[in-house]
């Protein structure tokens, strides 16, 4: 299958500062990336959808200015979570897509820990 | 109603069990059904993908559709402790596409 690359892997920041996670495409040109957030033992959760660029479309209740998508290429997504706080530690995993009936492939995902 | 319920588990079995694994589904314009397979920590990796009735089958794993129930199984022979892992299943659209709480197999050798 297709390879999904994500980093950081793991991420501890302290309260405040922001943190970018990028997510790469490796050997396909992805028109579509979406971003999730996973809770221990719990499903993943849509947070928004990019588009190569355009603005990114984000799920009721996810903050755009907090969770920041930039979609500047066809292999390259990245999440900056701006200001964090203790409550935005989670697991972020990013996924891709070739085209709109293609498969979904997954990044190793990013725990990010917010001191 | 959920769009997507997945029987949640957890499931623990002894090695070489066939495991089953199931999702129901609500919206009939569904029409892309995959299945997943998460180690802790890792991100998912796709196990299975259709977007037909019927059974599909690759190595031990067969997904099986019905689209008449809006029902998906994931089936598992032989399974070995290293299929312990969290399943998910991904229904949807082009447009959409809803994944299950997931469930979670423990094979014991």
């Known amino acids: 299958g297709a390879v999904v690359s994500q980093h950081p892997s793991r991420v501890i920041c302290k309260s405040g500062t922001s943190v970018k996670i990028e997510c790469r495409s490796l050997?396909?040109?992805?028109?579509?990336m979406f971003w999730y957030r996973q809770f221990p033992k719990q499903s993943l959760m849509l947070m928004a959808t990019s588009n190569e660029g355009s603005k990114a479309t984000y799920e009721q209740g996810v903050e755009k200015d907090k969770f920041l998508i930039n979609h500047a290429s066809l292999t390259l997504s990245t999440l900056t979570v701006t200001s964090a706080h203790p409550e935005d530690s989670s697991f972020y995993i990013c996924?891709?897509?070739?085209?709109?009936?293609?498969?979904?492939?997954f990044g190793s995902g990013t725990q990010l820990s917010v001191l | 109603q959920k769009e997507v319920e997945q029987d949640p588990g957890p499931l623990s079995v002894p090695e070489g069990a066939i495991v089953s694994l199931n999702c129901t589904y609500s919206n009939s314009a569904f029409q892309y059904f995959m299945w997943y397979r998460q180690y802790s920590r890792k991100g998912p990796e796709l196990l299975m993908y259709t977007y037909s009735s019927g059974n599909k089958e690759d190595g031990r794993f067969t997904a099986q559709v019905d689209k008449s129930s809006k029902y998906i199984s994931l089936f598992i022979r032989d399974s070995q402790p290293s299929d312990s892992a969290t399943y998910l299943c991904a229904i949807g659209s082009a447009r959409q596409l809803t994944f299950g709480s997931g469930t979670q197999l423990t094979v014991l050798p």
């Open positions: 050997d396909f040109q992805a028109t579509t």
């Open positions: 996924s891709a897509r070739v085209q709109i009936r293609e498969k979904l492939f």
